[in-house]
């Protein structure tokens, strides 16, 4: 297994609202810049989505794959259930609350079916996770 990757930061909203924009997964591709297409496969009871299909075209990176989600009062859980470069993929976001907005964890573990080298692949998980938090945090907050 990959190691795991972690950043945070900051987004001036309640816990809910950052966790219901994190779950509009039908809407990132109006805010996540590399996600092309998003389709729900599977709802639990709930109506929240369990498997979601994505398509993602980040330039060197692209990759159609699919992610299994779970759900607790403070986090997003997921993993990769297939992809097409992708060998395993686990990441969450976790919510604190905090004086005025929300903390937001973000962690991420990807295995390529391509080798790359360590830091190099450390260094991908960070622009992805920075670009992804930043991406968040002005939905959020705008």
Same mark, same amino acid.
């Given at each position: 297994?990959?190691?795991?990757?972690?950043?945070?930061?900051?987004?001036?909203?309640?816990?809910?609202?950052?966790?219901?924009?994190?779950?509009?997964?039908?809407?990132?591709?109006?805010?996540?810049?590399?996600?092309?297409?998003?389709?729900?496969?599977?709802?639990?009871?709930?109506?929240?989505?369990? %498997? *979601?299909?994505?398509?993602?075209? #980040?330039?060197?990176?692209?990759? @159609?794959? =699919?992610?299994?989600?779970?759900?607790? +009062?403070?986090?997003?859980?997921?993993?990769?259930?297939?992809?097409?470069?992708?060998?395993? %993929? *686990?990441?969450?976001?976790?919510? #604190?609350?905090?004086?005025?907005? @929300?903390? =937001?964890?973000?962690?991420?573990?990807? +295995?390529?079916?391509?080798?790359?080298?360590?830091?190099?692949?450390?260094?991908?998980?960070?622009?992805?996770?920075?670009?992804?938090?930043?991406?968040?945090?002005?939905?959020?907050?705008?």
């Amino acid at each position: 297994m990959a190691e795991s990757s972690t950043q945070s930061l900051v987004v001036q909203a309640p816990p809910a609202q950052v966790a219901a924009v994190v779950s509009d997964f039908e809407a990132y591709p109006e805010w996540v810049k590399a996600t092309k297409s998003v389709k729900v496969l599977s709802r639990y009871d709930d109506g929240r989505a369990q %498997q *979601v299909e994505f398509v993602l075209d #980040a330039g060197v990176f692209k990759d @159609t794959y =699919v992610l299994e989600y779970s759900y607790a +009062d403070d986090r997003v859980d997921w993993h990769l259930v297939r992809g097409e470069t992708q060998k395993s %993929q *686990v990441g969450s976001y976790a919510f #604190a609350a905090t004086d005025g907005g @929300t903390e =937001v964890t973000y962690s991420l573990a990807v +295995d390529l079916t391509i080798p790359m080298l360590g830091m190099f692949k450390r260094k991908a998980e960070k622009v992805i996770m920075d670009t992804a938090l930043k991406e968040l945090k002005k939905r959020v907050e705008g």
